[in-house]
């Protein structure tokens, strides 16, 4: 156990010494200031008392007096300087953790970010640094007490050594028990109640601390989703007015309040009850130190100044053995929470291996290819790609079509490696993609993702994606995907913070007007594949034709993917590639896929004879026989 708490403690030691280099001797230097100036003080005020009880003038004193108040001045004011110092240093270093997290969590792959074991990580450091803090914590509230206990103990130790070697001037019982060995003894025992006690309470408080704030992690989670997510959330606001989800609702939260107020009482009314027990020792012992320290006094060991200033070193080693003890209530959910922080940031990406840079092409050479490439969903019992063999031309249009399910968005996460193939591989110039460096890799693709979303940011933020955005291609992509009036329409025109969520000034717009800025994004971004993931199914069927009438100024000479279930809008594309239980069924242009029998002609026709004029002529005739 000893061996694990060693190695705990030496792995949190490197990794905040490696994260700043200020890190441990800053905390040394504030910890010696901590305890340096109340020792100073117990020194002064036990020769003060010693001196002015022995007569001296003050005249006498006066000068050292001084002296002794301006070294403690100065030592204060240095002291204060460190701490200020310090205090700024650990909150930087609280937000740079969360930054290294927030930095993790957007470029980790999709399906380490989606592991069981991230997310859980992730939960108890965000519990941690919502209860405890993080490594700032660690060293206030760790190491500080560590240092803080080593410096009491030789200090007080050289200092009340002296005490054990003065004698008794009287030949009193009180005299003879003062000198004897069974004095120093009770003193032992005096300063050893507390410690035990702390031992004993702080043990059984952590164990149930730590219960509490492990059972806590999930209920946060919970909680977290409930209100932040569905409640304040605007993603779910809609849903939850427009269905009765009252019931559902609060059926769930007041399980999840329940859960949370019994565990809280569970484990803080215990554990307070452990806190005033180790309080109640220190109180004891500092009044048992007392009465011995008046022994010794009133049997003429010691003057009555040395009482005061034995007595402030006896209660500095007591408070600082508490306190290093008292840690043992929290520390080990705090322990848990810094653990999960390292292995979190420490976890190695299964779907970033690659460390190939990406070759920087203005010809756009870039040749994508799937061999024989098969994939099963974590958990999922089907596979939802089989055997798939796909060259993508470079430069070429490329409709993906195919029934609900067929496949085709799967398709799209391996190629932008949101998922890696359970079987097969796919090549990007005839190397393996996942040898790529992942971040560089999924540069080279623009995506509007059927789930796009928009930032509560300002439209030119959107569009760029980037702190440094060009307003001028901003406006050109905007007026590439047909947004642009209704952008200047808006209050600040392209700075209109999309939707309240950030702003009040922001504003919302409409579900097409949302996918047509997204189109923007992509255009925006210039990456040699574009890929469209039902671009046009919020927009209505003008803006659909305008956005196809554009494409090619929105492709340009990029290879485009584009996945529509209009299968009008497959007539744009070179080619068209129909999936149907994830297999490749067909593969050619609309003229020759139209000409063989088969899904492609089937998913046509079943839409294009909605059209036909005697259908509609049918279902008029029909509605005004149901209006009659
Ligand atoms: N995370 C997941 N876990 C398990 N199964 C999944 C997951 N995501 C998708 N699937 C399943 O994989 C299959 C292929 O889904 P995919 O989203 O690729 O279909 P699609 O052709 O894009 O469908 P649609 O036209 O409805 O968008 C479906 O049966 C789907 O239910």
Do not use: C
């Not at 008794?168 to 009180?174: I, R, V």
């Amino acid at each position: 156990m000893l061996n694990k708490f060693k190695q705990t403690y030496v792995r949190y030691l490197r990794f905040v010494q490696q994260l700043d280099a200020q890190a441990i001797p800053l905390t040394i230097a504030n910890a010696v200031g901590q305890v340096l100036v109340p020792y100073l003080t117990f020194i002064l005020l036990g020769w003060l008392l010693n001196t002015v009880i022995a007569g001296t003038t003050i005249k006498a004193i006066a000068l050292p007096l001084v002296g002794f108040l301006a070294l403690i001045f100065v030592l204060q004011v240095g002291v204060a300087a460190i701490k200020d110092h310090y205090n700024r240093f650990t909150i930087h270093l609280y937000n740079r953790i969360d930054a290294m997290v927030a930095d993790k969590e957007r470029k980790v792959s999709l399906q380490l970010f989606n592991a069981p074991t991230f997310r859980k990580a992730y939960a108890a450091y965000n519990q941690g640094r919502t209860y405890f803090g993080s490594f700032d914590r660690f060293l206030e509230g760790n190491l500080t007490p560590v240092i803080n206990l080593a410096l009491a103990l030789m200090i007080s130790l050289t200092v009340i050594g002296r005490l054990l070697f003065t004698s008794s001037e009287q030949p009193s019982a009180l005299a003879r028990f003062a000198d004897s060995p069974a004095y120093p003894l009770v003193l032992i025992a005096i300063i050893g109640l507390p410690v035990i006690v702390s031992i004993w309470s702080g043990r059984k408080g952590g164990r149930i601390l730590q219960s509490f704030f492990t059972g806590n992690i999930q209920i946060n989670r919970e909680y977290d989703y409930y209100f932040n997510h569905v409640f304040a959330g605007t993603e779910m606001s809609k849903t939850l007015r427009v269905y009765d989800t009252d019931d559902l609702m609060a059926h769930r939260l007041k399980a999840v309040n329940a859960r949370g107020f019994e565990n809280v009482q569970r484990s803080y009314t215990k554990s307070t009850a452990f806190t005033a027990l180790g309080g109640t020792a220190i109180a004891l012992a500092t009044g048992g130190i007392y009465v011995m320290l008046a022994i010794k006094s009133m049997t003429g060991a010691i003057a009555v100044g040395d009482v005061v200033m034995y007595a402030g070193f006896f209660t500095q080693l007591i408070s600082a053995v508490a306190k290093l003890l008292s840690i043992n209530g929290w520390a080990p959910s705090l322990n848990q929470a810094l653990t999960a922080t390292i292995d979190l940031l420490e976890m190695p990406d299964p779907g970033a291996h690659g460390t190939l840079p990406i070759e920087k092409r203005h010809d756009n050479q870039y040749q994508l290819e799937f061999h024989d490439v098969s994939f099963q969903y974590p958990g999922a019992k089907a596979f939802a790609l089989q055997h798939v063999n796909l060259k993508l031309a470079i430069g070429q249009r490329l409709a993906l079509v195919g029934p609900n399910g067929s496949g085709k968005t799967t398709l799209i996460r391996l190629l932008t490696r949101l998922d890696q193939p359970t079987s097969g591989t796919i090549t990007l110039n005839g190397i393996d993609i996942q040898k790529y460096n992942l971040q560089e890799y999924q540069q080279i693709f623009a995506a509007v993702f059927q789930d796009f979303k928009l930032f509560a940011l300002p439209v030119v933020d959107n569009v760029a994606a980037s702190a440094h955005p060009d307003r001028s291609r901003v406006a050109a992509a905007l007026k590439i995907a047909g947004v642009d009036d209704r952008v200047h329409r808006m209050n600040q025109g392209i700075d209109t913070p999309i939707t309240r969520e950030l702003d009040t000034h922001g504003e919302d717009v409409s579900g097409g007007e949302a996918q047509k800025i997204a189109i923007a994004r992509a255009w925006y971004k210039d990456a040699p594949f574009i890929i469209l993931d039902e671009p046009t199914a919020a927009l209505d069927p003008i803006s659909e034709y305008e956005t196809y009438q554009h494409l090619d100024d929105l492709i340009a000479a990029k290879t485009a993917i584009y996945i529509s279930h209009r299968m009008s809008s497959t007539r744009f594309a070179a080619r068209i590639v129909v999936l149907d239980h994830g297999q490749i069924v067909q593969d050619g242009t609309h003229t020759s896929l139209m000409r063989e029998a088969g899904l492609y002609r089937d998913l046509f026709n079943a839409q294009a004879q909605y059209y036909t004029k005697e259908r509609i002529a049918k279902e008029r005739k029909n509605a005004d026989l149901a209006y009659q």
